[in-house]
């Protein structure tokens, strides 16, 4: 099953309140574009490492402490096409492999 962009954008979304325990903040609220440290969700260094954590065990993905993955942590459409590319990259390994 393939998840669309928008799709992904939801988990994401979803993902963020639950793992990072953002009672007060409705998911739909959170936009595609805006940062999510600093300016927009006020994330800090904790909240990164959980987020990192929790994006890990749920897309299956390897988060490592590169300037790719910061990058990636910069917005939430950043991080979709983040976990795009590192599935895809693990799909196309496994295709070789087997």
């Known amino acids: ?11 994401l979304k979803l993902l963020i309140v639950e793992a990072l325990q953002l009672e007060d903040v409705d998911p739909a609220s959170i936009s595609d574009t805006a940062p999510l440290f ?3 969700l006020e994330l800090d260094s ?3 490492l959980e987020l990192a954590t929790a994006i ?4 299956d993905v390897e988060v490592n402490q590169d300037q790719e993955t910061r990058n990636a942590f910069r917005s939430v ?3 979709a096409e983040f976990i795009t590319l590192k ?3 693990a799909g196309a390994r496994a295709s070789r492999a087997g």
């Open 56 to 59: 890990a065990r749920k897309y």
């Open 87 to 89: 599935r895809t990259a």
């Open 77 to 79: 459409s950043h991080l």
């Open 38 to 40: 600093g300016a927009g």
């Open 1 to 11: 099953m393939t998840t669309t962009t928008s799709d992904l954008h939801h988990e």
């Open 46 to 48: 904790i909240d990164a």
